[in-house]
């Protein structure tokens, strides 16, 4: 499933939620038959703390999530105090036309914002890539981080500090499986062997708004590479690349702008 059609999925999941809210809002207004006022009140406190209780999910998925779900949560309640606001006798048709604007408008938006992103972050191709198989191979390893750090970095824009990097609930919750953040040359991927390691010099790099991709010299600036220390979170200035080495003598490397490079040991 490509990353265009998983978009279209969740924007007809919003226009759903705002279907069933407008309803709501309708039914609403007919049976308490509230003054406006009273209407407004309700409608407004709903739309609060819908957006509200999506807010806690910041810490577990970062800012700029936990934004777009307080977004779709106002959404759902503007959509209820269009329900009460509307006058009785003209609500159906009313509620016709604010559904298909919502139509129309949602899914250019959403849709359009979803698959940006995945073209950002480079993996609007679709999400093969990163199904979680039992095991991988070291470099699709480094893909799968790369797509972790390029999520971390639009959440924060910032790279995470290289200091207990694979220690970081932010960065690691990006990535699927534990076993994807062990090269599995040197560990059975359930030991406490790791053997990658973060290069101190983009350690907590600020982004300024740009990708991964658009940092200076992108292509020739190492992110994660095989290293011969083997402890989590392991770091350095690029300077422990195993030797000989560990790929059929050469070693793997994770470049800022995702490309995987096997290079021969300095």
């Known amino acids: 499933m490509s990353i265009a059609q998983i ?7 919003v226009l759903t939620l705002q279907a069933i809210a407008l309803m709501l809002g309708l039914l609403a207004s007919r049976r308490l038959r509230a003054p ?16 509200a209780a999506s807010w806690p999910l910041r810490a577990r998925v970062g800012p700029v999530a936990s934004w777009e779900a307080s977004l779709i949560a106002g959404a759902v309640g503007a959509f209820f105090a269009a329900g009460i606001a509307l006058p009785r006798r003209k609500a159906p048709a009313a509620a016709a036309l604010i559904l298909g604007v919502a139509c129309l ?16 972050i ?26 972790a750090f390029s999520m971390y970095a ?8 290289a200091a207990g990097w694979l220690q970081n609930p932010d960065l690691v919750s990006k990535v699927r499986e534990n076993t994807w953040l062990h ?16 290069n101190d010099a983009v350690s907590g790099m600020p982004m300024h708004g740009r990708d991964l991709k658009q940092t200076p010299h992108a292509a020739e600036t190492a992110l994660v590479y095989d290293s ?22 050469k070693d793997n490397v994770l470049y800022m702008d995702g490309h995987v490079a096997a290079v021969a040991p300095h």
């Open 7 to 13: 978009a279209k999925i969740v924007q007809l999941g």
């Open 36 to 51: 406006r006022r009273a209407a407004g009140v309700t409608a407004l406190t709903l739309l609060v703390v819908l957006a």
């Open 105 to 120: 408008g949602g899914t250019a938006v959403l849709n359009g914002k979803i698959v940006s992103l995945a073209n950002r």
């Open 122 to 147: 480079g993996i609007a191709g679709g999400a093969v890539s990163y199904k979680p198989e039992v095991n991988k191979s070291c470099i699709q390893n480094l893909h799968s981080l790369y797509l």
């Open 154 to 161: 639009q959440d924060y824009d910032a790279l995470p500090p």
């Open 183 to 198: 090269c599995p040359a040197v560990s059975n991927r359930h030991d406490d062997k790791y053997g990658y390691a973060m």
């Open 228 to 249: 011969s220390n083997l402890a989590i979170s392991a770091h350095d200035r690029f300077s422990s690349l195993p030797s000989p080495g560990r790929h059929a003598g």
